[in-house]
Structure formats: C-alpha cells, structure tokens
C-alpha cells in the first residue's frame, strides 16, 4: 500500500510570487486535506477536497486554492506569497463515508519565501 | 470543535510507561477524542481515539475519565522512538471530519 506523497520537498520562492504544492493521496482514499504548519506550532487547517469540490475551508485568503483531480492527487496553489506564507505545508488523505476515520499525512513540503 | 488543554512538555525514560494528560472540559456528547503524533521531521499520524470506554491498539491505551472531561494517553513501555509532539484533538462525529484542529501538543523527551 503507498503512503501518500508530497513533491517537492523544499522550495524558496520570492515574495509575490506563486507556488504550486502537490499531494498524491494513499490508494482507496477520496478525500484530500491540506494543512499550513509554522515553525513551533500545530498544523492549521487550509480546505479539503472530495470528488474535486472544495468541502471545508479554514481561516485562510483566497490566494490558497486546490485542485483534486479524479485520482484523487492534488494541488494547493498560493498566489502574492507573503514572508508569513514560509511554514511547512501537509497533506493528508482520508476515506470520507459513514463512521469516525483517521487522516494519513505526507511528509510535508518546506516553503521558504525571501 | 471543543479546545483541548495539554502541558507543553514530557519527559520520560526509555522502557518505562508514559502518560500523557489532556482536559476537555467542554466536549459534547458526540465529540470523539483522538490521538495524533508527530516524529520529527514528518507528518502527523494517527494513534488512537475513543469515545466513552477505554481503548486499547498496539501503539497505545487511551484512557478516558467517567465525565469525559479528561483522558490520557499511555505509552506503555516508551522507546527513544517515541520522542514527538502528541496532539489530543476533539472530532465531531459525523460532521466536517476534514478538520482536524491541532493545538500545540505535548513535546515528549525520552532519554536512553
């Protein structure tokens, strides 16, 4: 069984400029969640996808938009970066039915931005 | 979802049970109680979650107080393995379940 993936692992961008994130979700999972993770602190919850529709969003701009495709990969993309955007970003896949269920992250990708 | 409250950090020795506190005064009826870690240098990953009863998997034990205001996760013999940041979050049963609203955990140092 493959575990869910993220590329790239490290990024520096510039300020204002954009940034695309990809996750590729473990097998049989339907549901996408993307988290941003700053330095010393618990990971914040961006949105998840399931079956390509945005299904929640937490407190974060416009400027943070997915895609989840019908693999059920997927991309956060980030427009204007902001110096505060710099945080270690996951994702996590999960199977969204009836029940309680547990969400497997990635290893995260590292965004610096100068 | 309801706020949890953890200390900041732990320390423990190698083999010997470690037990890791959380209070949720305000949890509803249907907030589940779960367990996430997270190793250095990865993502987090799931330990365990319960409802009322005990509960018991091959990482860990949860143990949950009769007014469910409080619970504890035990570790029950820690390796240096188990050296991470461990999360007690409050999931609603049934509902936005993408949302998993982390605080900052419990840092816990194990020494050899």
């Known amino acids: 069984e493959t575990g869910v993936t993220q590329s790239p692992t490290h990024l520096i961008k510039t300020r204002g400029q954009q940034v695309t994130l990809r996750c590729s979700s473990q097998s049989g999972h339907n549901t996408v969640s993307w988290y941003q993770q700053a330095l010393g602190q618990g990971p914040q919850f961006i949105f998840q996808y399931y079956r390509e529709e945005e299904n929640g969003r937490g407190n974060f701009p416009p400027r943070f938009s997915g895609l989840q495709f019908p693999n059920y990969s997927s991309e956060l993309n980030v427009n204007a970066l902001e110096l505060d955007d710099s945080a270690l970003y996951l994702c996590?896949?999960?199977?969204?039915?009836?029940?309680?269920?547990?969400?497997?992250f990635g290893p995260g990708t590292r965004l610096t931005v100068t | 979802d309801a706020k949890t409250t953890q200390p900041n950090s732990m320390e423990s020795n190698e083999e010997e049970p470690v037990h890791l506190p959380c209070n949720h005064s305000?949890?509803?009826?249907?907030?589940?109680i779960h367990w996430y870690r997270q190793l250095p240098s990865q993502g987090p990953e799931y330990v365990i979650h319960?409802?009322?009863s005990n509960v018991n998997n091959r990482m860990a034990s949860l143990a949950i107080a009769e007014d469910r205001k409080s619970s504890t996760l035990i570790l029950h013999r820690a390796t240096l393995r188990d050296a991470a940041v461990y999360y007690c979050?409050?999931?609603?049963?049934?509902?936005?379940?993408?949302?998993?609203?982390f605080g900052k955990g419990t840092k816990l140092s194990v020494k050899p």
């Open positions: 979050i409050l999931r609603l049963y049934g509902g936005s379940q993408g949302n998993l609203i």
């Open positions: 305000t949890i509803s009826g249907t907030d589940y």
């Open positions: 996590a896949s999960s199977y969204l039915g009836t029940g309680i269920y547990e969400q497997y």
């Open positions: 319960g409802l009322t």
